[in-house]
């Protein structure tokens, strides 16, 4: 991956992770917000239902008072009847005033004692269904009639009621109290949230949920009903901090799962990322690099090379290797490579029975136990091929577990070859203990012939030690004629290199086949 390529995968992860934040963001959001309206709307509610709990506990104590009183014998206002009706006044909890009816006029009261002149009640402002008549915000003979207050009237006494230390008269506020019996009356609160033609159809219509605008009507006094119209001010000065730590979720939000977003679509790009899912998900894949004989020119074997693509382009060889090696999934990958490449050969019916197939194995695999049980590649041998092992030079197969592996491989019937010979681990003693089959003369060399360089004045010391070993010898990196023509004099049997062919297809390496034969 070059550098134009990473800073394109850069900004593209930079956009998605922005995406994904964004998308993040938004459910964040949703969720919160839904729950948060929830929690405040509850809240409305509940302050709705405690007015009206309110006016209830008023009215309540207001119809106790007066039952009370009506069950008395009093008939007339006498000073017997004034003492007890002070005496209920004491009791009552929200009752301010009590008067006494004889005829449809009021002649006497707690405080003003009995009158001089009796007073005629004025039209009510509304009966209610259990009886009783109401006048709001009617003037107090109390105080001359320069002071206001709700009058509630049963039987042959009055009360009135100390509404405003339970929910006030303001006009500012953000609910309405009132009644909708035969005819609609406002008691308290806003006078203009509630239009007066209001049926009663409106009223069994549930508010949207997403609406601070709805209506509750008292369980008991059904037709007393508030309506409340929430202050956008005032729900956002008392749930200023729920607001707060919702911007800083949501800034949290955002933050971290762009951070967490780009990190994982960078992290899917990385080299040990892309290894381990290709291993997983069968990414590696088989070409095929032909070997011939350099006397007669034919294609005899194969070379299997492991390569590497997925949605991100090409991984090579010599960034992958390290990798794999670093996972310790040298053998899975081995056993994956072999089994990939013997089914595409097996499979292609132009392949020659006892073509001989050569595998890269990892030398470190040689001294693990219950590694290299390649028992497996025999039973799926079934055109005979030679199955050679290619060992890179390495001072981990000069110990004794590898070179027991490696003569119960061979004595199986396994080719062996050491792979890049002359640049590695270079020990003769060791050659004649691991008693391979062929020596790989490493395309370092072949490729200094033409310069006459010392290392390639090395080569004839080579053949001289394949001689004295019985190996043969392979020489990688021909890409020429001429480098072919100076191998063939120096008695090498075999040769592979770009000349012959490039790492290929199982098709293209039938063609190199039928091309030589």
Known sequence: MNKNDQKQYFFTDNLKAIGFSTLS?????????ITIFTFVKEREESRASEILDSVRMVFRDAEITLDYLNALPYQKCDIDNLIEMRKTLFRSRFVKEIGFYEDGKLLC?????????????AEPDFHTQLGDVFWINTPLELFDKQATGTIVKRGRYNAVLDMDSVIGYSYTQDWQLFYNGEQFYHMAGNPDLVDSTLSHKELKNRASFFSLQFMQCDERYTKTCLKVKSDQGRVIDLHMGKIVLFVFIMLMTAALTHMLSFNYLRNRRSLESRVSKGLREHKFYCLYQPFVDLRSGQVIGCEVLSRFEDDFGPIYPDEFIPQIKEQDMTWEFTVEMITAAMKELNE??????????????????????GCLDLDFLLEINTKNF??????????QIATHSAVKHIKSLKSQGFLFAIDDFGVGYSNLSQLKVLNCDYLKIDRSFVMDMEDNSIRSSLIPHIVSIADGLNVDLIAEGVENIEQCNELKELTIGFGQGWLFGKPQTVSALVKSIQNTQ
């Open 25 to 33: 963001v938004v459910a964040i959001t949703l969720i919160l917000g």
């Open 386 to 395: 030679k199955l050679v092992l290619e060992i890179t030079e390495d001072e």
């Open 348 to 369: 292609n019916p132009d392949i020659p029975g006892g073509f001989k197939v050569s595998f890269n194995l990892f030398p470190f695999d040689f001294t693990r136990e």
């Open 109 to 121: 009261s707690t405080y003003l004692g009995l009158l001089k002149e009796p007073v005629k009640e």
